[in-house]
Nanobody, 120 residues
């Protein structure tokens, strides 16, 4: 199994920055893709950014130019640097990893979520 632990959420004012971290651990052979999703109250979960090994990052239009996703493959950790935050960025942010376990099982794993609140 693979466990994901997120950290870095909090309450900030509009225009400020936050950095989220997602550390993966467990029976990991390889992590193909790591991504960040978010879910605001009353809304569906949406993909914010993702990074697949050997490719360019994906960003949703709503965060392009403000958020940056990165990975430290040696630490199995992903980061989401969020700048120029807006009240509409308020949501629970979830980390996702598509990982191949040591048992050669490929599956998607989710973190528990971290709350980001941006006040106006």
């Amino acid at each position: 199994q693979v466990q994901l632990v997120e950290s870095g959420g909090g309450l900030v004012q509009a225009g400020e920055s936050l950095r989220l971290s997602c550390a993966a651990s467990g029976s990991i052979f390889n992590i193909n893709t790591m991504g960040w999703y978010r879910q605001a109250p009353g809304k569906q979960r949406e993909l914010v950014a993702s990074l697949t090994s050997g490719t360019t990052p994906y960003y949703s239009n709503s965060v392009k130019g403000r958020f940056t996703i990165s990975r430290d493959n040696a630490k199995n950790t992903a980061y989401l640097q969020m700048n120029s935050l807006k009240p509409e960025d308020t949501a629970v942010y979830y980390c996702n990893a598509r990982a191949l376990t040591t048992a050669r099982v490929l599956a998607d794993y989710w973190g528990q979520g971290t709350q980001v609140t941006v006040s106006s």
